[in-house]
């Protein structure tokens, strides 16, 4: 059973760039939801998709959008890259009509912004 | 809205003892779930245990249980016969029933002394 898998690892941009990360769910779930996991802090809640619509977005600006595909796999884009950018970006895979609400989550991409 | 205040930053436990780390929240929501998630250096965050708050039992998991105290809204990790595996940051998370996003602490840095 494939958990949750994220790519890629590790990432460098400059100030004023774009980026795309990328995440495929465990199976058999449908919903993805990516979080911000700044050092030292606790993950903060960017958005979360479902059935390839923004179901619920936290406190994050525009320069943050998502998409997620037919096959429930997700991206996180980060337009116009800020040094306050670099952080663990983590994507969380859950089943929305599941009785648990658990999500589970991948190994994190972490984006450094120079 | 959510909050969950994680009041230890760092603990530390003998290797085989128990250790207890604390969590208090606060949401307006009658149904909700609570969790708690290790994260390791590698970065992954993995769950440990998961109480339903509509259930007076605590949960429990091998070594890990849980004493959750609704009215008090406390909802506190027992960690028994403490292995080195366990050390991580240990985050306390909660999501309304609906598989919502998760609000987290900042978490607590577990560390086991051989």
């Known amino acids: 059973d494939a958990g949750v898998t994220q790519s890629p690892t590790h990432l460098i941009k400059t100030r004023g760039q774009q980026v795309t990360l990328r995440c495929s769910p465990k199976s058999g779930h449908d919903t993805v939801s990516w979080y911000q996991q700044a050092l030292g802090q606790g993950p903060q809640f960017i958005f979360q998709y479902y059935e390839e619509e923004e179901r619920q977005r936290g406190n994050f600006p525009d320069r943050f959008s998502g998409h997620q595909f037919p096959n429930y796999s997700s991206e996180l884009n980060v337009n116009a890259l800020l040094l306050g950018d670099s952080a663990l970006y983590l994507c969380?895979?859950?089943?929305?009509?599941?009785?648990?609400?658990?999500?589970?989550f991948g190994p994190g991409t972490r984006l450094t912004v120079l | 809205a959510q909050t969950v205040t994680q009041s230890q930053p760092e603990m530390s436990v003998q290797e085989a003892e128990t250790v207890t780390l604390s969590c208090t929240y606060d949401?307006?929501?009658?149904?909700?779930?609570l969790f708690w998630y290790k994260q390791p250096p590698s970065r992954q965050m993995i769950l440990v245990i998961r109480q339903e708050a509509y259930k007076q039992q605590n949960a429990t998991e091998n070594r890990f249980s849980v004493n959750f105290q609704k009215a008090a809204k406390s909802f506190s990790l027992k960690i028994s016969d403490s292995q080195l595996g366990d050390a991580a940051m240990y985050f306390c998370?909660?999501?309304?029933?609906?598989?919502?996003?998760?609000?987290f602490g900042t978490g607590t840095r577990l560390t086991i002394i051989p």
């Open positions: 969380a895979s859950s089943l929305v009509q599941g009785s648990t609400d658990t999500q589970y």
């Open positions: 949401t307006s929501e009658s149904d909700y779930y």
């Open positions: 998370a909660l999501t309304p029933f609906g598989n919502e996003k998760l609000t």
